[in-house]
Structures are given as C-alpha cells and as structure tokens.
C-alpha cells in the first residue's frame, strides 16, 4: 500500500485518538513552535476515561496515596527520543524549585543493578551485575553507529573474560595449569571473524575450558557464567559479521528467524542458544513477552528487534543502564507533558470512547469518527489531576498526579459511577454512554490520528480491515498478549527476607542497591525492589519495610463486549497466580519469607492486575510479522494516520522508545517533513 501524504490545505483541524505515548508525542511534536496556530486550527485529543497514559497510565488510591501502576515500566538509557520528549516537557512546565518532581532528572533514579535468575540442579540463582555508568544524559544526542556498537562489544569481551576467568576457576591443579596456559597464549581474546590476528579467539577460549572440564568433571557455577556470558557476545559477533549485519538497517534481514534460532546457527559449543539453560537469553525473551499466546512453553521473539535491543540497551546507554521512574509513570510522564499541552492551547476531551471509524462510501478516507460520551462535565474543562501531599517533600508543594478513579465531584454522573463503580476504561463496562458523538470530515476534522493501540482494531476499525487486505493482514499477523503484574507492600526490607547480597556485587560496593531480577519463575518472571517509590506516596511515619513489582505474560484471548464478569475473572486468576507464588516459589527469591511462603500478615497491601483490555494488551514482535505492519502516514486512507509502538516504525517492538519514534513520524506527515526528520537513531 503507497504512503500517503496529508495534502496542503487551510489551517487544519487535528483529532488524535487516544491518549498514550505516541498519541501525545503528535499532540508535542505539532505544537513544538509557539506559532502553531498559524498551520492548525486546533489540536484536540479524544481519550476513553479520566486520564491519560494509555498502557502507562498510573493512579492513585486510598489515603496513602499508593501508586496504583498497570505494570512494571522501566526507562532505559539509549532512550534517546523518550527522554528527548520528556527533558523538553519539564523544562517547559517549569515547575517550582521545591516541588516534589521539579525536573527531568528529578523524576528518574539512575539503576546500575540488574540480573537474571540462574537455574541450576533445580536450585536459583541471582546473576546480578553492576554496570558502570556512562558518560552523557539520555535524550542529548546521538546514538553511535552499529559498527562502533560491534567495537564496543568486541571491546568488552576482551575487558571481562579475564575478570570472569579468575572467578570461575579454582585453585586446583588442573585450574591453574588452565590459567598458565591462557597468560601464555596472549593478553586478550577475541573472535576470529573480527579480530584474527590475535592469539586466541573465543573458540579458542571455549575450547580450552572445556577440555577443563572434561578432566575435572566441575562446571562451577562461575564458570557456566563465563561460559554463558563470553559465549553469547562471540555468538553474536559471529552472526554480525556471517550475515553480514554492517547497519541497524541490515538487521530488518532477520525479521523471519526466531532470536535463539539465529544464535543456534553461530553457537560454538556449549548452550548459548537453549532459554532452559541461558538465564540471559531467557531474560531478553521475559523483557519482551515473546512467547506465543502468552504461552512461555512457546518462545518468539524475531532476531531482528532482539539484536536491535541488545546491541543498544547494553552498548549505547547513556548515563545508566536502566532509569526507574520514582513516582508512578502517570506523575513523572504524563502529568508534565498534560501540563505542557494545556499551555500550548490543546484541547483534551476525557470521557470520550471511540466506538467506530466510518469509511466514505468510495472506501477512500475515513468519513466520521464515531465516539460515546462516558460522562458530563459539570462546568468548564475537566480537571484531572490531584494534589499529593508525599513524603519525599513534606514541606514541600503538593505532586500533581491521577487518581485512580475519576473526580467524580465534576461530573453530573458523579454519584451514579461512584455507586456502582463503573471502570469507565474496561471493554466489558456496563456502564452506558451518556450519548453519542460523531465527528464528520471536513466538517470537525481535517486529519484523523489512530493512536490507540492495535489490540482495539477489530473492534473500532472493523470497516477498514474489511476494506483493505493490508489492515486484515495486519490484525490477522502481528499479535497481542495479555499480561499481568503484582504490586506488593511489605513490613519487612528485603534484606529481612533473605535477599542476598552476591559475591560480584558486593565486590562492586553496589551489594546494597535496589534490584531488578529478570528470568525468575514464571509466569511472574520479573521482580523490581521499587521500595524507593513509597517516598512519594503519604504514609506519615507508617512506610512499609519495601515495595515489590512482578510482572509477565498471561495466556488468554478477548472474549466477546458482552462478557461483562471477564475482567474480575482474569484478576481472580492473577490473584490465584500470585498465591501460589507467594506460598512456595518466592522462598527460592526471598529465602527468610517463611517455611510456608510468604506470611498474610507481611503484606501491608496488595494490587493485582490482568492487562486484558484490547486496547492494553502488550503489541510482540514475532518472527516473520514486521512486513504486516503498517507506517505511520501507509494507513491507506487518505485522512488518516496511524501511531503507536505498533505501527512499522523501524523499531518494531513493544516499547517506549519506540511509541516516540511512531509519534515523530505521524507529526511529520502532518507537517509535510521526512517520516524520520528529527528522530535520534544512528
């Protein structure tokens, strides 16, 4: 299908649906310059409920104020775009010195400190790592090119396998004639494929250790580490460079391979490439739900957005490797930037579910946009945000943040939806629409922004799947998944329960720091210690000892609207997940949590949560599907653009990053600009 371009006209009138991360990208990017107005006659953004966020949509609940989040969101530091957008929100809100989160960098905690599980004899494991910060901040510049990334990799590995070497090895004989044998074969190691005039390359190396082992019989657990962690940057060297892959361009050539199906065909001994044995390959497959269904025994996760993911979550950082936002993402994210669209003159209609996109009867452009009114604001704009009074500042002003639930004082329904409770953001709410509203081209709207997430397709898009092959291609191959997550308020810390502090990172001096645990059991296969988040919740003197997050994927499909009872089964369910656990598996994470598990009376509180909604459900990036999606100005409708993490963005995988990279480029078909201009890639 040929990309279409928005044709010039008269000041355009702008509708964007949804209100996620790409959706208020657009709504940034198009009112970057304070003369805006001379191009648009307005910018408006039609989103279901209370608030913005879209899968990040935070609030908060109960006279603690707890931050209520849809699931474990991390930032990560080659987010150039992301923090590009975010450094820009804050330092235009402006916000007072002594509020709670006055800037960017306010907003986010660098973390150093992360790991995978490893499963040996039935027995777990932590793998952690502290990883040295980098020089520069998110979000100032560019990103090195991928051959300085091979470098890069290539550089470590000469770095750390001599570190990983002295570890692993014991002081028997046959480890040290193995270490003599190495001082005297040369000072560094590398792969053959990049670096043949060395003494020993990586075969070389594995070689070498395992004739070890053969005499020996032990593989300690260090060993298996280096074996793993110097075995899977030579894998990927040799791939690179076999393929070969001399741009992150050429990485679209391995869209139709599964990741550790690629890694088996350049793996040199030992089990790079089996997730039952690679605690790191497992962890990539966990980071991106990439099992089939939601289904773990059914891994996917296409080589071409996995490199993509490696090669710059671990070689192109900026600052620190991940960023933890410390409040929730609705405070830190999307409480600025709605801020900031405010002052710049953009109307935000909450309340507002989008129902059907109508097609003009040459099925050529989208005729009307049909939406339900949820709810009726009493007088003038709705008000969204609340102020907390948190511990972080107790002097301090409050934080503006979402609630949890609508203000139900604004609204004529007020008393109607706090009595029965209507998730005026569920697909199976019973509750009725107050009436409905539709938007008719050339009339309300000149160019129409699809920016809510793909899982909603089939049901608000049903005429323009019916009419274009690439739409049905679309829905029929790139897949959704349900997830869930746990949030948990402990009285003790997790030293009190028996987190350990590991022998690698307490010699870092980083033993004390606040984990990130990936490759665990599943299907809550990822743990965060967030205990920091509580300082910006209100517990007057009464905080709990640590805060807990788990998430991971979650099998199951959409039943149909009219099942209303689904939600609270599919929370029951995670509730049911999180039990078993909780009384058995959690000892194996938290060996002091109790002979039975973890106490009732440890939790001071709890949230579970069931990502089913269509709309939230987690967008994969599976083998042989990116070809199905479509760009952002490809929708194949004349007035109609597409946006989200979604969409064909050059990225192709669920994350912030890449809902950024979608909104630049709808902004720029609007603007008449190159899809890519101004977007940070290489």
Known sequence: MNAQAISPAAKKRIVILGGGVSAVTVAMQLTDHPNWRDNFESITIYQLGWRLGGKGAAGRTG????????????????YENAFQLIRKAYREAQRPPDSPIPTWKAAFAQQNYVGVNDRVDDRWNPWMFCIPPNPGEPGGGNVP??????????????????????????????????????????????????????????????????????????????????????GMGATILRGLKAEPIKSYEDLEKLEEIDFARWLSKYARGWRISDLDQNPLLRGMYNFAFAYEDGDVRRPNFAAAPA???????????????????????????????????????????????????????DKSRVARIHMGRQATVKAGPYRPLVPV?????????????????????????????????????????????????????????????????????????????????????????????????????????????????????????????????????????????????????????????????????MVGGIPDQSDDGFPARAKAHVEATAAKMLSSD??????????????????????????????????????????????????????????????????????IEAAVWSGIQAANTILGCPLNQGIITS
């Open 307 to 361: 490199l993509r993911t490696i090669l710059r979550m671990c070689f192109s950082f900026k600052g620190s490797f991940f960023y933890k936002m410390r409040a929730g993402m609705g405070d830190t994210i999307f409480a600025p930037i709605y801020e900031v669209l405010c002052k710049r003159g953009v109307d935000i209609q909450f309340f507002h579910k989008v129902t059907n996109l109508e097609l003009s009867a």
């Open 389 to 553: 009074m948190v511990d972080a500042a107790p002097h301090g002003l409050p934080l503006p943040c979402w609630p949890n639930e609508p203000c139900y004082d604004q609204l004529v329904e007020g008393d109607a939806l706090r009595a029965c409770k209507a998730d005026l953001e569920s697909f199976w709410t019973a509750w009725r629409d107050v009436e409905p509203v539709t938007l008719e081209a050339d009339k309300d709207f000149d160019v129409a922004v699809f920016g809510i997430s793909l899982g909603a397709v089939p049901y608000l898009c049903a005429e323009l799947v019916a009419a274009s092959p690439a739409w049905a291609q679309m829905v029929a191959k790139v897949k959704t998944i349900s997830t869930q997550s746990l949030q948990l308020w402990l009285k003790r810390d997790i030293k009190q329960l028996g987190w350990c502090i590991t022998r690698e990172s307490a010699k870092l001096g980083c033993g004390e720091a606040s984990p990130i645990l990936d490759a665990w059991v599943e299907p809550l296969d990822t743990w965060a210690d967030m205990t920091d988040i509580m300082r910006f919740e209100s517990w007057d003197g009464s905080r709990p000892g640590s805060l807990a997050y788990f998430c991971g994927p």
């Open 586 to 655: 959690i000892q194996t994470l938290w060996p002091l949590a109790g002979p039975g598990g973890l106490p009732a009376s440890d939790v001071v509180d709890r949230h579970a949560r069931a990502n089913v909604d269509p709309s939230e459900r987690y967008v994969q990036a599976l083998i042989g599907t990116a070809k199905y999606r479509l760009p952002a100005n490809g929708s194949g409708f004349a007035n109609l653009l597409i946006t989200g993490d979604w969409i064909q963005n050059g990225y192709n995988a669920g994350c």
């Open 145 to 230: 090119p991928l051959g300085d990334t091979i470098a890069a990799l290539y550089a470590w590995i000469n770095a750390n396998w001599k570190h990983y070497l002295d570890l692993s090895m014991p002081n028997d004989e046959a480890g040290c004639k193995l270490r003599t044998r190495l001082a005297e074969l040369a000072p560094s190691v590398a792969d053959e494929a990049y670096a043949p005039q060395l003494n020993i390359t990586l075969s070389q190396l594995i070689e070498l250790i395992e004739k070890y082992l053969a005499k020996s019989g032990t593989l300690s657990l260090d060993l298996r580490r280096l074996l793993l962690l110097i």
């Open 63 to 78: 006279t603690t104020n707890r931050i209520i989040e849809h699931g474990l969101h991390i930032w990560l530091g080659y």
